[in-house]
């Protein structure tokens, strides 16, 4: 089976890989926007000013969030498991996984590709990763035994 993640969609399944007898499961494991490290995005003062405000109105957000208790039990194993090929597709004009170098991870089994290093001309943010076209091949590529694509597809539908 392969998994198709986006943003915190990329967390949940590695929490069934690590725990819940996922791991023998998964053969590729592609990422859009993930933050494996937690986001940023509300500042590195404001986690514990808003942390009540934030649990309350988005219990998962705080999950997000650097050194969270979520993230810390993820990180507390290996988290790229080492049977699964995993594809982390970010983009550097996120605004949501702040930094988007967050989704960037390093371990044998894991690729990191930067749309915009693929496509210099998309501006495609967190949520466009997921209407992007040279996107999709990216996903699509590392659905398909990991073949390549180039700058030449930039902005080409399939």
Not at 32 to 37: G, R, S
Request: net charge negative.
């Amino acid at each position: 089976m392969d998994v198709v993640g986006h943003s915190q969609g990329t967390l949940v399944p590695s929490q069934w890989v690590q725990f819940q007898g996922g791991a023998d499961k998964v053969d590729d494991y592609v990422s859009l926007a993930p933050m494996w490290h937690g986001t940023d995005v509300f500042g590195s003062e404001t986690p514990d000013a808003v942390r009540p405000a934030l649990e309350a109105a988005c219990p998962a957000c705080a999950d997000m969030l650097p050194g969270s208790p979520f993230l810390e039990q993820l990180w507390s194993t290996v988290i790229f498991e080492p049977s699964i090929d995993y594809t982390n597709i970010l983009t550097s004009h996120d605004q949501t996984v702040v930094p988007y170098t967050s989704g960037y991870a390093e371990a044998p089994n894991v690729t990191n590709v930067v749309l915009q290093d693929v496509c210099p001309s998309s501006t495609a943010g967190h949520l466009g990763l997921l209407a992007d076209p040279t996107a999709a091949e990216l996903v699509l590529s590392a659905l398909d035994d990991h073949s390549s694509i180039d700058a030449a597809s930039c902005g080409q539908e399939r």
